[in-house]
């Protein structure tokens, strides 16, 4: 199975036996027009003779998951959404699975439907368990009591679900109430924050600090997706069989399919490229919106800056040239002698608008904005180190500039930080405490070669040189953009079991430590964390 429907939410619920699981459903269905599906029913659908007594359910589930290690409930959920999305019956899209009861099933159900999934684990100790089990009505397990039904092999092993589980509840001293409230605070299915208006997302070092595969994870929440910058940065997003790769559109694109775009009048574009990029993600001309005034790159432009630009270490995409001529060509305009704009480009014209009516419609109907910067804050062509800088700023403030986004009307600024930060090899400019890749390898106990491939540029496919975290260079970039967040990207290098870790709690203590003090030297929470690349790769500490 190979589903995905970025409107689609799934909840799963799993714990042990009187933890809450039904009354969280009931919950999720009255309160939010959640579609229950209950394993105990395709159980029965699959075994229509068995008894509807606990024992025998128990016994019948543990005997289909012999058979194919729990994908036979992914297949049964699969035809239940299937047959209600079609019919469209389920407006909120939201459906929830009670329960699951082992890592299999909840693995088979997450290779269906990936960031879809949100599994939550409800536990209370096994004394207030006992008691609720003796309390409740239990007309189909009037024969059965609490020793019986928990003897269960599998039963007795559902509290491992905890280590894989996104939540985990405790609900010895919660209402039902408190327990929806915190199972499903990352399902943005009631407030959490004052009013949506724009979140900007940049990066806090030399580029490269894995902003793609961010913006990736947080684009669903949002109905607009904007790009700053042009095609020297290349933004990767995990997908399957082969990563997502943006070089103009915003990195959210595919997943969050229903969202607008805006490549704003700040944005230098290569026409060919882009369409290239158009097609191969198909964006249809209703979705996406070109400024008329985002500038354009010529052949020459790129033959300039591969002749020129060499020893600064240009990606000699001929964005620096373009973005000159922006200011150098005003004189020749009007006759089309010197240059030309996004709007002068015929193959362009079924995408070019003006950003500032999409975005002035965006905030009338209070549309969530997320703005993706570009490159990095160390590239700054104002506050980087110059030479050895972009031909653009790419603060927060050069990035709202580009976008046409007044500053008031920022919500949450992230940046983003690499554990290990990097420049692109060659005369690139200085790098403090540079390190070889053999000694990250010896570190992290990430396979060497994979780290060769990791460190390889998106778009000139050059490798990269590694350095220790700068923490001057880190707070240069916190008074610069003065962020909300910081998104920590590459924990993996900290230690290759970071991979494992689904919670903040699961992390080394190393990166706890090294988490605790970007967070001391900030003064902002570290809100997101990458431990890889992967569908199930960002650790999500947020409050908005």
């Known amino acids: 199975m190979n589903h995905r429907d970025d409107a689609l939410r799934i ?52 005997r289909l998951d012999r058979r ?17 999305t079609s019919n469209s019956v389920v407006p909120s899209g939201l459906f929830v699975v009670d329960c699951v009861r082992n890592s299999g099933q909840v693995e088979a159900i997450r290779s269906a439907y990936g960031n879809c999934v949100h599994h939550i684990h409800l536990t209370a100790a096994s004394n207030v368990l006992e008691e609720r089990y003796h309390e409740r009505d239990r007309t189909s397990d009037t024969n059965t009591n609490y020793v019986d039904a928990i003897r269960n092999q599998t039963e007795r092993k559902v509290e491992q679900l905890a ?19 915190r199972a499903t605070a990352l399902l943005n299915l009631y407030p959490r924050s004052n009013t949506n208006i724009v979140d900007v997302l940049v990066g806090g070092q030399y580029g490269s600090e894995g902003k793609g595969n961010i913006v990736g994870y947080l684009s669903p929440e949002y109905n607009l997706l904007i790009r700053t910058g042009g095609p020297n940065a290349g933004h990767q997003v995990y997908a399957e069989p082969t990563p997502e790769k943006y070089f103009h559109l915003p990195s959210g694109t595919q997943r969050a399919p229903e969202a607008k775009l805006l490549l704003g009048p700040g944005m230098v574009i290569n026409p060919t490229k882009l369409l290239q990029e158009i097609a191969q993600h198909k964006v249809t001309v209703d979705r996406l919106t070109i400024d008329h005034q985002a500038m354009t790159i010529q052949e020459e432009d790129i033959k300039y800056e591969e002749e020129n630009f060499s020893n600064i270490g240009s990606t000699a995409q001929g964005v620096g040239v373009a973005t000159a001529h922006k200011v150098t060509g005003r004189s020749g305009y009007e006759n089309h002698t010197i240059r030309a704009l996004a709007r002068d480009i015929n193959a362009l014209k079924p995408y070019i608008g003006s950003a500032r009516e999409v975005l002035a419609e965006a905030f009338v109907r209070n549309k969530k904005i997320l703005l993706e910067g570009t490159q990095g804050t160390t590239l700054s062509l104002h506050h980087g180190q110059y030479p050895y800088v972009t031909s653009r700023d790419t603060t927060v403030a050069g990035c709202l500039s580009d976008a046409g986004i007044a500053p008031s009307n920022v919500r949450n600024i992230v940046m983003v930080c690499r554990t290990y930060p990097i420049r692109v ?3 690139s400019g200085p790098l403090k405490y540079e390190i070889n890749i053999e000694e990250l390898n010896e570190r992290s106990k990430i396979d060497l070669e994979e780290l060769r491939a990791t460190e390889t540029t998106t778009t000139t496919k050059r490798s990269r040189r590694i350095a220790e975290f700068d923490w001057e260079q880190f707070k240069d970039s916190i008074q610069l953009n003065g962020p909300t967040d910081i ?6 290098y900290l230690g290759v079991e970071n991979r494992r870790a689904y919670r903040f709690e699961q992390l080394s203590e190393e990166t706890i430590r090294f988490v605790e003090e970007i967070e001391r030297v900030s003064g902002r929470p570290v809100s997101l964390l990458s431990t890889g690349f992967g569908w199930r790769n960002i650790i999500d500490r947020r409050t908005w």
């Open 163 to 181: 280590t894989i589980a996104d939540t985990v509840v405790p609900t010895d001293r919660c209402s039902k109430e408190d327990v929806l409230i």
């Open 68 to 84: 194919d290690g729990g994908q036979w409930l992914a297949h049964h959920i699969q035809r239940e959404i299937d047959f209600a």
């Open 487 to 492: 998104a920590l990207t590459f924990v993996d």
């Open 425 to 427: 090899a060659g005369p």
């Open 11 to 62: 909840v799963l619920i799993s714990g042990p036996i009187c933890s809450g699981k039904s009354i969280l459903s009931k919950e999720l269905e009255s309160q939010y027009g959640a579609t229950v599906l209950k394993t105990k029913d395709f159980i029965k659908s699959r075994s229509p003779r068995i008894q509807s007594n606990r024992l025998a359910l128990q016994r019948a589930g543990d």
